[in-house]
């Protein structure tokens, strides 16, 4: 062993190894570049760029099998974002829906602030041929009681008729069933709106017990006239949409039709209470009981 | 250990540097008289294939392995690497070769103080010498001596950082240096001993 440390050449060199450390190190910290150092990378930075890029380009493939449990997760979490939104798009969605329509209701609510509005979404409609009805997802735990009126932004759509603990079927006023105090709103001229079974597939019912000599014209505008205590006044049922003279007995008979079409509508509101003045000063309630 | 004496009457030539001996009769104190020659074919060859061994890891172990850290660490690949060429071509080149090895990617990579010529230069010298006078040149012994100058890797970086960075834990040292280096170079260090010894198989240690 005491050759090694004997060998002139040990020596040289450590003595070498000793000036590239030391001179390369002073140089350094003086803020001043080795030459030889220098040299080395000039030549081989190119060489090293190059490397580099290699590098980036297997990169990608070296992740596969290095990073392939933090890829699947990645892949996960990031599918999980995904889903949540498309979630959120879809729920925008919904919400802008829901905004065009509740800015429908806008002006209704306006009109009658007095009004205090139940939204419901239409979750079946009717069964059979004979009968226009909607069921509702609301019922008395949401405070919902016979003869409340529904409304949608066009109009008055009809009354609930039936109450469940979280349902309600609400029954058209084309319903053949059906009977709404109204007026004209041109003349002020009251009678009876009456559904009529042939009629109400098309949302259309008959205006009656209007005085014989009514001015009532095509596209007359028809509002509930309050009478009946189940629907709030001045709520539009429709629009005249045929005046037809009985030659037997002088009569007139108006058919009106519906503004209030849910054929594409999803939700609905119910008009859980309301106060409303009547023709003749008058104050009417309805709605809660 | 003293060396073994031969009794060579005629000159020989240093196979590796070109170097020309000639002995004294027996029974005289030996006495060596140097001259230099130009390098032979093989030296010169033997020195390309090293230089581009510099080269290739040095770039090896600053561009791809410095961005891919694996076990968070860059391995040294040049530390093995001049124990292969030690272990193959004996002391004098070993140390060569450690401290150019050690200059270059200091170079490339390194930071103000260039500390690895100093670990590099002794490295290759004891392994050669050591697998010259003492040691086979046996898978285990390669082994052996790899993890040993890993082990003195080690304690250099734990010196390095010491000295350059205030405020360290032992703990933080250990955990986030010391440890993913050992075991990167380790995992490692089979690469540059195979390219090595692929290498340098056209020259047979004298």
Redesign the interface.
Known sequence: MKRFFKSKFFYIAVAVALILVIVPSVLSAMGVSFFLRDAVNVVLTPLQKGFTAVGEALEGYSDYFTRFDELVKENAALREKVESLENQVYHASEIEKLYAWMSDFLEMKLRHNDFTFLRATITGRESNNYAKLLTLDVGSGSGVALHMPVVTADGIYGQVTEVGYSWCRVTSIADSTSSVGAYLERTGEEGICEGQFDLAPDGRCLLRYLPADSDVREGDRVLTSGLGSVYPRDLVIGFVETVETNPYNRGITVTVKCSADVADLSSVMVITSYETTAADGSTLTGGES | ?S?PRHRITSERRHPDAGITEREMEPGLAPSRSFSLHLPSWETIAKTAVLAFLI?FF???Q???FA??R?FGAVPDLMLPLTVAVAIRLG??WG??F??AA???V???GGG????L??L???VG??VG?LTEEYLSTGLPVRILLTLGAIALRSIFTIITVLSTSGGLTLGSLFSTAVFPEFLSTLVFAAVPHLVAVLCLKPFPRK
Request: charged content about 15%; proline content about 8%.
């Open positions: 250990m060396r080269v040095s770039l090896l600053t561009s791809i961005r891919w694996p002391e004098r140390a060569v450690g401290i050690a200059f270059v200091e170079s490339l103000s103080l260039c500390l010529p100093l590099y230069m002794p010298y004891f010498a």
